[in-house]
């Protein structure tokens, strides 16, 4: 399975937390950490600094800084009460952005939070987006989705990178009329190196994640542990969308048109775009 998975899981993304309603949180403990302060007294006065941009920006401190009573253990082993913080996305944006800008994790975190608060925010008004940016959206529920479709893949005993790719070739024919990724990839003049994925507009990218998601749930509710017949699900669901596009009457996949930027391009914009945004910063001078 190890060999399908490229994505490197960030180190905040290992900490993060979901609570009993389902939504994520950081402890500022776990991030301290994270971020490589030492001693809480020098992240807090990184917190107080973020508390009060958060201030200043007419935002809640009480919804992004919720301060809560732990139990930890001490040299000892007795246990002793500390305080700790839940933070949200948008919190942990704002230590970032007051923190040590000399630590190269700090610069990670940035980029980090930056983008993933973007898209949170781009998630939850999605129709008003522009193109460009509904893109970004759809891709990086693609990613998401690809990960879970290799797992139930993986199942199905597809266990190589040569074998997932003739099961998404499947997929991808049946979507497609008959195209492969090769073929596709051909259609839309790209080079080796680039990903048909990121040359999609929102319509195409949104067919793709229709065909993801059902065919993961397929394979996983079906329970399909054999490669054939994983194969023959992914086939069977591109087309039956195809299907549904033709009922709707409207354009195939193969017939929309490829965007000039690509996914990575939009994001580099998108970053820039949120750097220049001037939060108010409590730095010592």
């Known amino acids: 399975m190890s060999e399908l998975n490229t994505t490197m899981q960030l180190p905040f993304d290992k900490i993060r937390q979901i609570d009993e309603h389902g939504e994520e949180f950081w402890y500022a403990r776990d991030l301290q950490m994270v971020l490589q302060y030492k001693q809480w007294r020098s992240f807090q006065q990184v917190i107080d600094r973020a508390l009060l941009a958060c201030k200043n920006s007419s935002a809640s401190i009480n919804d992004h800084f919720a301060e809560v009573r732990k139990m930890v253990q001490i040299g000892s082993g007795a246990m002793k ?6 933070l949200t996305r948008y919190a942990c944006y704002l ?42 959206v759809i891709r990086n529920q693609i990613s998401q989705s690809n990960q879970l ?54 319509t195409e990218l949104g067919a ?5 998601t059902q065919t993961e749930a397929r394979l996983t509710k079906e329970m399909i542990s054999q490669r054939d017949q994983a194969n023959r699900v992914h086939h069977e669901v591109g087309k039956k969308i195809r299907g549904l596009m033709k009922g709707m009457n409207t354009e195939l996949p193969e017939n929309l048109p490829t965007p000039n930027k690509n996914i990575q391009t939009i994001e580099r914009e998108e970053i820039s775009k949120i750097k220049n945004i001037n939060l108010p910063l409590m730095l010592d001078e």
Do not use: C, W
Not at 81 to 86: E, G, V
Not at 208 to 212: T, Y
């Open 149 to 202: 479709l290799a797992q139930a893949a993986y199942q199905a005993n597809i266990t190589t990178n040569r074998q997932f790719a003739t099961f998404q070739n499947h997929g991808y024919r049946g979507l497609y009329g008959g195209l492969t990724v090769g073929n596709i990839h051909k259609r839309k003049g790209l080079n080796e190196k680039e990903k048909i994925l990121d040359y999609m507009g929102s």
């Open 208 to 212: 793709n994640l229709f065909r993801i």
């Open 95 to 136: 230590i970032v952005q007051n923190g040590d800008p000399r630590k190269e994790i700090i610069a990670l975190g940035q980029s980090y939070f930056a983008v993933q608060t973007r898209r949170q925010e781009l998630s939850e008004s999605f129709n008003d987006l522009d193109e460009n940016n509904k893109r970004l």
């Open 81 to 86: 009460p500390t305080t700790d913080f839940k």
